[in-house]
């Protein structure tokens, strides 16, 4: 079965520190998507990124970056000079492709992420 | 672009009571759509996958007659929440998936939720 395990329930940081939130995930899928979404105050997700099974490159669009490492089946997330807009719940989610495309997405249990002023 | 509405954002109604709830993708068509439930301080739990034209699959311990889903277009699914009761407050969430192309195509868009609350 599929899994996600985001193991920072909460991170609280100070503004301008940089942070990495964790995400790991288990499928005995070969082609599979990866997910982030950022769920703020108001509770909309808000997609940030998708990457595929077999796309390992890093990807920064600007302070945001994700590292996927096929190896270790991770896929951090890492603010640069946080900001407290940032602060909401993030969840990283796995889902699996087929040839109907991708299907129903499992979720971590989300890190809530704080930003201080 | 990709935009999912749904309505109402809040609803609060007597035990008892049908409630049923619109998702809408406003700028995409989907001809799959999917309902999460989602407790607070607690992450999204798939209730089922909506697809157009044919029955809802729905998760194990989902009650399909107490949760029922209809998506009778491709823009459009609902969710009615059947004899309400207290143990149903929830936010639930809906969102679509995008199958028209392009660099996010097969992501999910989700709407903003609509907060139940059975009194």
């Known amino acids: 079965a599929q899994k996600v395990t985001q193991a920072q329930t909460e991170i609280s940081v100070v503004e301008k520190e940089d942070v990495t939130l964790d995400c790991v995930y288990e499928?005995?899928?070969?082609?599979?998507?990866l997910f982030w979404y950022k769920q703020p105050p108001s509770g909309e997700l808000v997609f940030l990124i998708r990457r595929n099974s077999f796309d390992e490159q890093n990807e920064i669009s600007g302070r945001y970056s994700w590292n996927f490492q096929k190896s270790t089946s991770s896929f951090n997330f890492t603010i640069t000079a946080s900001q407290v807009v940032d602060s909401a719940v993030y969840f990283c989610?796995?889902?699996?492709?087929?040839?109907?495309?991708?299907?129903?997405?499992?979720f971590g249990q989300g890190t809530r992420l704080t930003i201080n002023p | 672009g990709a935009v999912v509405s749904q309505h109402p954002s809040r609803v609060i109604c007597k035990s008892g009571t049908s409630v049923k709830i619109e998702c809408r993708s406003l700028d995409f068509q989907a001809t799959t759509m999917f309902w999460y439930r989602q407790f607070p301080k607690q992450s999204l739990m798939l209730m089922a996958t909506?697809?157009?034209?044919?029955?809802?699959?729905?998760e194990q311990g989902v009650e399909k007659d107490k949760f029922l889903i209809n998506h009778a277009s491709l823009t459009l699914s609902t969710l009615t929440v059947t004899s309400a009761h207290p143990e149903d407050s929830s936010f639930y969430i809906c969102?679509?998936?995008?199958?028209?192309?392009?660099?996010?195509?097969?992501?999910?868009?989700f709407g903003p939720g609509t907060r139940l609350t059975v009194l």
């Open positions: 909506s697809n157009e034209g044919s029955k809802a699959t729905y």
């Open positions: 989610a796995l889902s699996e492709a087929n040839l109907q495309g991708a299907q129903k997405l499992v």
């Open positions: 499928t005995r899928d070969t082609t599979y998507y």
């Open positions: 969102s679509a998936r995008d199958t028209g192309g392009g660099r996010t195509t097969d992501t999910q868009y």
